[in-house]
């Protein structure tokens, strides 16, 4: 029995042997999927514990370039995807928040920190306007131009 057969077959007993006699815990099936993928789709908490254990590797990504989070959250399932949350890209975080219903467990977790303050973004991106126009790329000066310019404009009453 394959690593997937037993993670389709919900063989937790079974995963955990194969990974324990030294199966890759990251092979990939037809469908670009690895068996913590799988495991997160079909939403079996113990699997994905045992998977990631094992030495599953969460980031890897399917043919549509989905990773286990991303798998979880899609299926609704909330448990699965606060385990591999922590693990995930910030894109796949938000995308998880974003698919996920509120009130599912996954919402316990704690979120982004806010974005700095506006003022905090326009000196940062003056500097950093500042910095590339030293290197010879202008456009970033111009892009902060226009920046300020709309906001000027959009303060005139």
């Known amino acids: ?4 057969d037993a993670v389709a077959a919900g063989d937790l007993a079974r995963v955990e042997a194969l990974l324990a006699g030294g199966a890759d815990p990251n092979p ?8 913590l993928a799988l495991a997160a789709e ?5 699997l994905v514990r045992a998977l990631l254990a094992g030495g599953a590797d969460p980031s890897l990504t399917d043919r549509m370039g989905e990773s286990a989070l991303i798998k979880a959250a899609a299926h609704e399932h909330g448990r699965v995807a606060a385990l591999l949350y922590p693990h995930a890209s910030e894109d796949d975080q938000a995308m998880a928040r974003a698919l996920l219903k509120v009130g599912t ?5 704690p979120r982004s920190p806010p974005p700095p303050p506006d003022d905090f973004r326009r000196k940062l991106a003056s500097a950093s306007a500042y910095v590339s126009n030293k290197l010879g790329d202008s456009h970033p000066s111009e892009r902060l131009e226009r920046l300020l310019r709309a906001e000027k ?3 005139k009453p």
């Open 1 to 4: 029995m394959s690593l997937f």
């Open 153 to 155: 404009n959009s303060k």
């Open 105 to 109: 467990d996954f919402f316990n977790l």
């Open 28 to 35: 990939f099936d037809s469908e670009g999927r690895t068996p």
């Open 42 to 46: 079909n939403g079996d908490e113990a």
